[in-house]
T-cell receptor
């Protein structure tokens, strides 16, 4: 069974640009959540999607948005990039939306903003 | 809001020895789950062990075990017979659910080095 796939693995963008990251969950998983990981702030929750609906959103500005498609694949978009957006972006998929289901993480997308 | 604290930014252990990583959390909820994740240099977050808050028995997974003290809000990870492959960042995490969805909070991490 294929794991969680995130593309691209590495990305370099210029300040002011926008970027779209993709996450393909494990087959059959309907819940996808996104996290930003930085050395200073650690792992922070961005948002969660289940069955194409955003269920929860972390404390991030509106420049961060996402969506989920009918096949459960998810994308996150960051507009008007800032230097501080440089981070590792991780997504995780779960079979269902209950606490005890394991969250499987992808290898992340390393975004560098210059 | 829930918080997770890991007071040891870095730890080291000799190969084959035992090491304990500390984690404390703060919550007013009664129903939640706790996890330890391992993140090696490959960046893949791997679940090491999980604990349901309503279970008093400490979880164990082979060489990994936890000491869960619910009243003290403490959730430490013990790694026995440490191996070189255990070297990684270890994150303690808290997960609960409400009407808006999941609430998944991670600690700042502990970098574990295993010395040959």
């Amino acid at each position: 069974k294929a794991g969680v796939t995130q593309t691209p693995r590495y990305l370099i963008k210029t300040r002011g640009q926008q970027v779209t990251l993709s996450c393909s969950p494990i087959s059959g998983h309907r819940s996808v959540s996104w996290y930003q990981q930085t050395p200073g702030q650690g792992l922070q929750f961005l948002f969660e999607y289940f069955s194409e609906t955003q269920r929860n959103k972390g404390n991030f500005p509106g420049r961060f948005s996402g969506r989920q498609f009918s096949n459960s694949r998810s994308e996150m978009n960051v507009s008007t990039l800032e230097l501080g957006d440089s981070a590792l972006y991780l997504c995780a998929s779960s079979l269902a939306v209950v606490s005890n289901t394991e969250a499987f993480f992808g290898q992340g997308t390393r975004l560098t903003v210059v | 809001a829930q918080t997770v604290t890991q007071s040891q930014p870095e730890m080291s252990v000799q190969e084959a020895e035992t090491v304990t990583l500390s984690c404390t959390y703060d919550t007013s909820e009664s129903d939640y789950y706790l996890f330890w994740y391992k993140q090696p240099p490959s960046r893949q977050m791997i679940l090491v062990i999980r604990q349901e808050a309503y279970k008093q028995q400490n979880a164990t997974e082979n060489r990994f075990s936890v000491n869960f003290q619910k009243a003290a809000k403490s959730f430490s990870l013990k790694i026995s017979d440490s191996q070189l492959g255990d070297a990684a960042m270890y994150f303690c995490a808290y997960r609960s659910w409400d009407n808006y969805g999941q609430n998944f909070v991670f600690g700042p991490g502990t970098r574990l080095s295993v010395l040959p």
